[in-house]
């Protein structure tokens, strides 16, 4: 799992209420990502982060916005969650833009 | 836009058989691919990678050919073991977008004894 942790594991929550999750790495990777993996459409990126403070949308970035404030901690926020928000969420890093992605366990979140 | 797709959706094999897991991939520019294996309630696992200067590449009982003509990616398992089941994704990196790998639906391989 190349030292990748994310936080918490599952999670149910109401439409309209804010979500963080958290993702956690031990490997001072310089880059990492946040997906959702939805039945039909496999992983797709919604944020990434190139250092400490630099982050970048993804391909399905709406309604979520990331943060940075240090190397090994990326976090993703949904302002207002709504039902379509209702996914598998997976935390990524590398060492640099070329190197291979390693992923972490994944966080079940459903939306009411 | 660009997008990564797979053949087949389901693959069943026979324990001790040879298993092969196409891949088709839509930017002729992509010049890097991975694939991952993902069992149920876990992340994405790197099985092997291949960059657009090779048609092949080996691993421990894996095998990764890619076709640039036809845009055609394929893992080969061979002797494929129960502990093989998972889902396999092949993903892509267009040119320029290290960045941002762009992911297949998946194949679920389902080995029986």
């Known amino acids: 799992d190349a030292g990748i942790t994310q936080s918490p594991r599952h999670k149910v929550t109401e439409t309209g209420t804010p979500v963080t999750l958290r993702c956690h790495q031990t490997?001072?990777?310089?880059?990492m990502y946040w997906y959702r993996q939805d039945p039909g459409h496999g992983l797709r990126l919604i944020h990434y982060?190139?250092?400490?403070?630099?982050?970048d949308k993804g391909e399905v970035s709406d309604g979520y916005s990331v943060s940075r404030s240090k190397t090994e901690d990326f976090l993703l926020t949904l302002e207002s969650a709504t039902s379509s928000q209702t996914s598998v969420y997976f935390c990524?890093?590398?060492?640099?833009?070329?190197?291979?992605?390693?992923f972490g366990p994944g966080t079940r979140l459903l939306v009411l | 836009g660009e997008s990564v797709g797979l053949h087949l959706p389901t693959l069943s094999v026979q324990e001790g058989d040879n298993s092969i897991i196409n891949c088709a991939y839509s930017?002729?520019?992509?010049?890097?691919f991975i694939w991952y294996k993902q069992e149920s309630g876990k992340g994405p696992q790197f099985i092997i990678d291949?960059?657009?200067?090779?048609d092949k590449r080996q691993g421990q009982r894996v095998t990764v050919l890619l076709n640039k003509t036809v845009k055609h990616l394929s893992l080969q398992i061979a002797a494929t073991q129960p502990g093989d089941s998972a889902v396999y994704f092949c993903?892509?990196?267009?040119?320029?977008?290290?960045?941002?790998?762009?992911f297949g639906a998946g194949t679920r391989l389902a080995v029986h004894p």
């Open positions: 990524a890093a590398s060492g640099s833009a070329g190197e291979t992605q390693y």
């Open positions: 490997e001072n990777h310089r880059y």
């Open positions: 982060s190139y250092g400490v403070k630099d982050t």
């Open positions: 930017n002729s520019a992509s010049d890097y």
């Open positions: 291949i960059r657009s200067n090779m």
């Open positions: 993903a892509e990196t267009p040119p320029g977008g290290y960045n941002k790998l762009i």
